[in-house]
């Protein structure tokens, strides 16, 4: 060490080591792993008795919108088989609304258990709305 020189008997200041990206990115995911997690959360906090009354909503939704396509392209059809087609979309539209209409006519319940069971599960109506 020089003696003239105070500077050099000075320790040198550490320096801070920039972030790096792989810190960033570690911490973008476990921010995104934990707004997944509260959603999932949310999701399974719900009732029951909602979640189906959003999923028969969204089928009485499909079924209108799938029955007003079958009636637009019923005006346009170039071809018997292309009427066939338009008839059997607004034919199955208008089953998916009744199916959930279903609770509110008894008499009709009974009948799509007995006729329409697949329509009880899941995968049957999924299915079903992609035929």
């Known amino acids: 060490m020089d003696a ?5 008997s000075m320790p040198l200041p550490k320096a801070e080591a920039p972030a ?4 960033k990115a570690a ?8 707004v997944v997690s509260k959603y999932i959360d949310s999701i399974n906090k719900t009732d029951i ?12 939704a499909v079924g209108v ?6 009636l637009v392209g019923i005006f346009s059809v170039s071809s018997y088989e292309s009427f066939l087609v338009q008839l059997y979309v607004i ?11 279903r609770e509110k006519f008894p008499k009709l319940e009974t009948k799509t258990k007995e006729n329409f069971g697949f329509m009880f ?7 079903y709305i992609l035929l």
């Not at 790096?20 to 810190?23: D, F, P, V, Y």
């Not at 911490?27 to 934990?34: F, L, S, Y």
């Not at 034919?91 to 209409?101: D, M, N």
């Open 121 to 127: 599960t899941g995968f049957g109506r999924s299915v």
């Open 65 to 70: 919108v799938f029955g007003l396509m079958g």
């Open 49 to 60: 008795v909602r979640i189906n009354g959003y999923l028969r909503f969204a089928n009485i």
């Open 20 to 23: 790096t990206s792989e810190s």
């Open 4 to 8: 003239s020189n105070p500077a050099a």
């Open 27 to 34: 911490a973008v995911k476990n921010k995104g792993a934990e």
């Open 91 to 101: 034919v199955l539209s208008g089953l998916l609304v009744l199916f959930e209409f």
